[in-house]
């Protein structure tokens, strides 16, 4: 079998930024990154994909050009860890053993948990800006839609950039107000959560978004099954009497964020707690069963937002615990939960959402949080991605640095 003193599990935005971090931090380390794909996504971008603003060739690189040169790439896929002997297990059989485990493979997407979506995705107007290959043809769908029913779906959190299902809502609509097309719209937003967003002082102006495209939130509706031939969606809310009723709605387009859950080979592990997610102490990182093992990034359990934008903080905290652990110094750093969420509510248009645990906004830049800005839609555009692929995947620390604790 083959031994690395830091093995990670994932080469997305997390492995990749936490592998460059740690050799930045020490260039001798011997790191190497479990990953079988062959490309690497900046997903954020994404959501602008869907709205026309951004070339999805610009978001996807080769997975080989993004790893950092001092470290090894394992390209395959873990199927089991074994945090009792130090060892992972691949699909091909081939055992792996570490120092220092870091457990970083994203969430699931449950594209087969909607009867119907799969065969429907990609045509009949039913899209995802959850899928590089599908983001083009929310574009295609918003610029070809003259009239009718558009419908916006959000699965119970959490959920990769929960802003993101209602961002799809906001640009599809402005493309139509601008093209004086959205007095012939219906939109509906059918969220399977109970609030619009988790933070609850960002909601009113969100709500009054929704209220200037003129759009129907419906809280608590579900999306449970689609028929794309037919354009029919059918969705599961409480009624008052607390039964379970089933509703079916027309639609002309149709955005669908699929459900999101742990990766079964996580959450049939050791590794998980009762949810599925790999289990953290919130703070350090450090999983609290097996000390030599780490969670990053959108596959572990500390309740902070799903996002790019944590996971810089994330990165700075882990590299410094890894390493002072492996001095056997006290772990020096605390993540304090930041996360932040770039809601586009217009073209040209963006609310930061920036905030940490329990909800507590942690404003970057000193204008309102809550209320949208001009600037913050140029920097999504322009300067979050260069500072992703320039400063975050090169091991480079922007704005990043959390305070020390210890
Ligand atoms: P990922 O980047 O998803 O990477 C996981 C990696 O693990 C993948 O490369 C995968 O191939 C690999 N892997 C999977 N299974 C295995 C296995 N068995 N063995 C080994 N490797 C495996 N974030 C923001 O900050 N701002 C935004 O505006 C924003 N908008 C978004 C919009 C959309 C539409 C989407 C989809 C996401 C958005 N995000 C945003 C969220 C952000 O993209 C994710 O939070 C981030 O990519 C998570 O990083 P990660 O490393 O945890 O997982």
């Not at 640009?171 to 139509?176: E, F, I, N, T």
Request: glycine share 8%.
């Amino acid at each position: 079998h083959r031994h690395h003193d830091v093995l990670i599990i994932g080469g997305g935005s997390g492995g990749i930024a936490l592998a460059a971090s740690l050799l930045k931090r020490q260039p001798d380390l011997d790191v190497a990154i479990v990953e079988p794909a062959e490309h690497h996504f900046y997903q954020p971008a994404w959501t602008l994909v869907g709205a026309g603003e951004y070339d999805v060739k610009k978001t996807k690189r080769q997975m080989h050009a993004v790893i950092p040169a001092k470290a090894k790439w394992i390209k395959a896929a873990v199927t089991r860890f074994q945090p009792e002997q130090n060892t992972v297990i691949c699909a091909t059989g081939e055992v792996l053993t570490y120092q220092q485990l870091v457990v970083a493979p994203g969430l699931a997407l449950l594209w087969d948990s909607i009867p119907g979506l799969v065969e429907t995705l990609g045509k009949n107007g039913v899209t995802s800006n959850y899928r590089a290959d599908l983001a083009p043809y929310t574009w295609e769908c918003v610029q070809n839609l003259q009239s009718g029913v558009a419908l916006f779906t959000q699965p119970m959190v959490p959920i990769k950039c929960a802003g993101a299902p209602q961002k799809a809502l906001y640009l599809s609509a402005d493309h139509w107000q601008k093209n004086n097309r959205l007095n012939r719209m219906h939109i509906e937003f059918h969220n399977a959560g109970g609030a619009l967003f988790s933070v609850a002082d960002f909601i009113p102006n969100l709500t009054k978004q929704m209220q200037a495209y003129n759009a129907q939130v419906n809280l608590g509706s579900n999306l449970v099954a689609v028929d794309g031939a037919a354009k029919k969606a059918w969705f599961e809310r409480k009624n008052a009497d607390g039964q379970i009723e089933r509703i079916e709605k027309s639609f002309d387009m149709l955005h669908v964020v699929p459900p999101q859950k742990p990766h079964a080979f996580v959450k049939d592990s050791p590794l998980s707690n009762a949810d599925g997610w790999v289990e953290v102490d919130n703070a350090t990182l450090q999983h609290p069963r097996f000390s030599n093992v780490f969670g990053l990034g959108d596959a572990m359990s500390a309740p902070n937002s799903k996002t790019t934008a944590a996971i810089r903080k994330q990165v700075v905290v882990l590299a410094e615990n890894l390493l002072a652990l492996r001095d056997n110094r006290p772990l020096p750093m605390a993540y304090d939960g930041y996360s932040a969420c770039p809601i586009t509510v217009g073209n040209g248009k963006l609310i930061l959402a920036e905030f940490g645990y329990n909800g507590v906004l942690m404003p970057t830049f000193g204008n309102d949080p809550t209320t949208p800005h001009a600037s913050g839609w140029y920097m999504k555009k322009y300067l979050f991605p260069r500072v992703y692929w320039h400063l975050m995947l090169k091991g480079h620390e922007i704005l990043a640095r959390p305070k020390r604790t210890k």
